[in-house]
């Protein structure tokens, strides 16, 4: 087995040098017992005769960005295989932040499923508070447990008591130090090719060099599919925390990621407060703010969500993309690419985009757990289990680039995997309809709502020997031929992705993955936290959208002498200790792969 995965990683290196670089350490992690050898079909879990009793099952999702019940081609998957659906509850639809966690952790019962970050001691807290359920029992012969019980153990120091509280998240068997996403970097400046292409492929030196490049773009691209207005830029404010999202993302195309209000750099050689004039979030908030004064923000940034701004690149209305699972995926369409049309990376001379490396001890900072209160445990313990299977990876991590059921958008063709016709069409979140067999309706409102990696997508999927990521298969990278994908190839010397083509040019910062969560803050520090970020969060935004420069510089002294009052400085200091100590685990994350 372990000869057979080397030649595969081997052939598929021709393809996408530097992507495949650790599938010749499938076969060394024994230790972690989840080698594809040993990782047999799990998915066939018994139909739902098993369970006498349909159920409708609550799912507290902190990831999701759907709220109601699990419909489509993924809903009757679940109910043919556990008789029950799914019931999202999200926080991130009903008003973001931490509302409806604690409205409902205060009433006792989080949910039957919940999925959910343990930064901050929240795990301890809630199992402390009686909200998760010790799974060890449930657990004890099945797959996950036996298959990944380094990362899960891992996880379950969190918890501050023995046993089995939680599962971590996006679990893998490569190196800590190999980018975790497959093809695409956390962020990259992916444009509207075809409009890039008018605009006669100008090169760009620093990242405000950028802005001139948009200017052209919206000029020659002045209307999306539909005719409506295009805009080189546009926002929401679903995911703003500690800061604004969109400034953040920006500040990754050079290597940096957050952590509280600080920014870490991937190396570890860089920490800088959010507030600071000279630092990358400032910076960022400056080139928003200049790409408002030459009118290329969508003015409806500010009033949006997440799902309205999908509908804006489904229909191309915006020209630029800071994430491959907005621009990308859901407008680089057969038929778009076929017309010339859709999203490419393009690289900024300064920039070294940043990329989370493989969760070799898991990401504890998510979990899927069970609920203290939930109906039928064991039912909700075979289901977990089946989320961690082959199977279950490639249905529900559908949701974030894996293939999908077999048999609907994939089968097995002279040995390897294959689209079908429907899967060109449908992947990979198109709005297509779905065969009445499988569900009905459109694919992309079938797509598994959980939203939850439970492995990584890189590593190999043991039914088919390709990745769990469909991009990544043989097949399909073959077929990216059309004019379209060759003329991006071409201008990046032969590249067949963007990571090959960051680490060509060496401008691909990894951070080395590590399960490394925040610790539990006093209530003191929580208190100025909220209190600073609500003001970050709210001047970011004024700032983009200032009037002019010297309202932009009147904001910015108001966000930094107003948090300054609030506390800052004592919250800065412990972001500070935490980001040095995550860095140090990083550092030990890599030193115990490499000693299994």
Known sequence: MKKRFLSIALCAAVLISGCFTGCGNQGSSSNQGQTAGQVQNQGNTENNSKYAEFITVDVFDSLANYQGIQSGWFGKIVKEKFNMELNIIAPNVAGGGDTLFQTRSAAGNLGDLIIVGTENGRMANMVTAGLLMDMSSLLSEKDVLKNYKIAIDKANQLAGKEGIYGIPSEISVRSPQEPAGGLEPMVSPYVRWDA???????????????????????ENTP?????????????????????????KNIASLYGYNELGFVLIKADGSDIQDITSSDGQYVRALRFLFEANQAGLVDPESTTQNY????????????????????????????????????YMSVFIEDSAPYCDGCYSEGKAQTIIAIGS??????????FIDWLYSPEGMEISGQANGAGGPEGLTWEMSEGRAVLTDFGKQALPNNDVTVPEEWGGGSWKDGVSALNLKTLCLGDFDPNNNEPYLETMWASVLEENNTEFDLDWQNYFGGARSTVEMLTKKNALSVAAGTSYTQPEETSDITTLRNQCKVVIVDDSWRMVFAADQTEFDSILLHMQETVKGLGYEEVLAVDMQNARDMTASQVQAVQDYNNR
């Open 196 to 218: 890039y292409k008018l605009a006669g492929y100008p090169q760009m030196n620093t990242l405000e060099d950028f802005l001139t490049v948009m200017k052209t773009m919206q």
């Open 223 to 247: 209307a999306s599919d539909s005719e409506k207005q295009t805009y080189a830029i546009s926002l929401f404010k679903d995911w703003d925390g500690n800061m604004m999202v969109g400034a």
């Open 307 to 342: 799902d309205i701004l999908s509908n804006k690149y489904r229909d191309g209305q915006v020209l630029t993309s800071l994430w491959s699972f907005q621009g990308p995926s859901v407008y680089n369409t057969a038929e778009h690419k076929a017309e010339g049309k859709g």
């Open 373 to 382: 209160k939930a109906k039928d445990p064991q039912r909700l313990a075979d």
